[in-house]
C-alpha cells in the first residue's frame, strides 16, 4: 500500500465543522488600574479591528473597573457600541443604530461635542443628536455621560437612551425610549398608570399588550397629575413613583406602588441589579453574585413578570399550542400535525398583514386558509379588543370579512369574542369544548410549502447538509482515486499475460462454462 495523502475536500470539510462549532466569547482582556482610560476628551478617536477575534474592545473604563464602554459584536458578524458588565460579558446598553456596521470591516469612533459611529464607507451610523460635549465618561453606575465643564447637568446620557436593560437608580419615564427585546420582538412601555409588555410587529405599527401592571396608588381620573415613572432599587424592589409636587406636595417625589423581588424581604443590598426585557418577552430582574476562589459569578433571578411559561406570547412559536401540565408545559400545534417547540415552530412567523391595496383604491384581503380548534384560549384575552353576547359562528364572521383580523377565539360560556389584529401566535389549551378558535394562515402561492423550522434551524441545517455533501463528495473521490490506481494495477497485469507468439497462443480458448475463474 502506499503512504496516505491528505484529501483536499476532506481538509475543507473539517475546516467547516471547526468553525461551525466554534464558539464565539467575550475577551475583554486584563488591564492595570494605571492603564483605565476613564475620560475621552475633544478629538479623541478610535477604529474597530476589522474581524477582531475579541467580541469586545473597550475604548472607555469606568473608574471602578466594573463597566467598560466600546465596540461590541452582536451576532456573528454585526458591530454595535455598548457599555458592558465586564466580569459577566453582559451588554447593558447597546446604540442599537437602525443600520449595525459590520464586524469584518473597519469602523471609527470619533468624540468631538458628540459621540459619532461611522462605518467603513464613512456613513453615519449611530451619534449623540443634538448634543455638545467637552468631556465623555463612564460612571460607576454604568451611565455613559456627555459633559459641559461649566455645566453640572450632563448633556446627553444613557441613562436617558435604554435599550432592553434597566439599572439601579436610572428612572424610567413614559417620555423614555421602551425597552426593546435584542430580538426587538418585544418592548416594555409606560402608560399613565401602568407599565406594559407588548408584542411588537410590522415595525412597532401594532403592539397588542399581553402583561400589564397599574400603580395601585395612581388616580387615573386626576387629569393633572403627571405620568407614573419607575426606578430599580438596590433594596430589591422596582417602584413606580409619581412627583409629589403634583399632589401639592413641596416636591421630591410620592411613591404609588412597589414590584417586590424575592430578595427584598431578605434585605440583600450591596448587589449590582439588572432588569431585562428578554428575547421569550418575559421582563426578568437579576442580581450579580460575585464568585469566590476563582469562580466567575453568575445573574441570579429574583423577579419575572409572568411566571407561567403558557402565559407568554410565543412560547410555543407562530400557530402553536400550550398545553398546561403539572410538571412542564408542552407544545403542540394548532391544526394538530406535528409537535412544536419555539425553535421549530408550527407556521411561519408572519411580517405583513393580509390586507392589499385593491384597484379601487380601498384594501382586500389577500387568500388565506383557515384552521379551527375547539378548547383553545388566549392567556392575555383581557388586553384583547372584544365584543359580547356573540355565536361562534357571529364571531368567526366578524374576523373573516376583516383584512387586519388574523384570528377570533369565541367563548360559549360567556359570549365574549376576542379578535386577533395580528399575527397568530401561541395559544392556549383550556378544557372546555365551548372556547373554539379560528385562525388566519396566509395562502402561499401554488408550488411552494411552508417552512416549519426557524431561520436559525434552517441555517443550521443547511450548514451541516454543505458539511454532509463536502464529506460525501471528498470520500467519492477518495474512492474513486483507489478504484482506479487498482484498475491501472490489474490492467498491467493484464498486459504481461496477453498472449503472444509461440506456445501460448491458445491460452484464451481454453476458457469453458465449467471453468471457475471466468
Known sequence: MGRYKSDPAIAVAIAVLCVASSALTVAVGAKGEAELTTQLLNGFTATHTAGATAAFEPVLYAPNGVFAFGFLRVGSGSLDLAVVHLPSSFPLWRATPARLGDW???????????????????????????????????????????????????????????????????????????????????????????????????GGRTVPVYWRHTALE?????????????RLDARGFFGLYVAAAAAGGVGGEEKVDVLSFDTFVQNLTGVFRRMTVEDDGNLHAYYWAAGGGGDKGEWVSDYRAIA?????????????????????????????????????????????????????????????????????????????PSETNT?????????????SCWGAVHNGGSGYC??????????????????????????????????????????????????????????????????????????????????????????KSMGSSSNSFK
Open 218 to 230: 395612581a388616580q387615573p381620573q386626576n387629569a393633572t397629575e403627571p405620568s407614573v415613572y419607575g
Open 418 to 507: 376576542y379578535l386577533m389584529d395580528f399575527p397568530v401566535e401561541t395559544m392556549v389549551y383550556e378544557a372546555d369544548d365551548r372556547k373554539v378558535g379560528y385562525f388566519k394562515v396566509r395562502r402561499l402561492p401554488a408550488g411552494t410549502k411552508r417552512a416549519r423550522m426557524s431561520p436559525g434551524v434552517t441555517a443550521a441545517t443547511a450548514v451541516l447538509s454543505l458539511v454532509l455533501v463536502g464529506l460525501a463528495a471528498a470520500g467519492a473521490c477518495s474512492g474513486y482515486r483507489m478504484w482506479e490506481r487498482r484498475r491501472r494495477k490489474r490492467a498491467g497485469m493484464e498486459q504481461e499475460l496477453v498472449p503472444g507468439p509461440g506456445p501460448y497462443k491458445g491460452l
Open 308 to 384: 407561567d411559561r403558557c402565559d407568554l406570547p410565543t412560547s410555543c412559536g407562530a400557530y402553536g399550542l400550550c398545553v398546561p401540565g403539572a410538571a412542564a408545559a408542552q407544545c403542540r400545534c394548532l391544526d394538530n400535525s406535528t409537535s412544536a417547540s419555539a425553535s421549530a415552530p408550527c407556521g411561519a412567523e408572519e411580517t405583513a398583514d393580509l390586507c392589499a391595496a385593491a384597484g379601487d383604491g380601498n384594501q382586500q384581503q389577500v387568500e388565506f386558509d383557515v384552521v379551527r380548534q375547539a378548547r383553545v384560549s388566549v392567556a392575555y384575552k383581557e388586553e384583547l
Open 391 to 403: 355565536t361562534a359562528e357571529e364571531c368567526e364572521a366578524a374576523c373573516a370579512g376583516n383584512c
Open 104 to 202: 469584518s470591516r473597519p469602523a471609527t469612533l470619533t468624540f468631538d461635542s458628540n459621540l459619532v459611529l461611522a462605518g467603513h464607507d464613512g456613513g453615519v451610523l449611530w451619534q449623540t443628536l443634538d448634543t455638545i460635549g467637552d468631556v465623555a465618561v463612564l460612571l460607576n453606575s454604568s451611565n455613559l455621560v456627555l459633559r459641559r465643564y461649566a455645566k453640572p447637568v450632563p448633556a446627553w446620557q444613557s441613562f436617558d437612551n435604554p435599550s432592553d436593560t434597566l439599572v439601579v437608580d436610572q428612572n424610567f419615564t413614559a417620555s423614555s425610549p421602551p425597552l426593546i427585546s435584542g430580538n426587538r420582538r418585544f418592548a416594555l412601555r409606560l402608560g399613565k398608570t401602568f407599565m406594559a409588555l407588548h408584542m411588537e410587529f410590522y
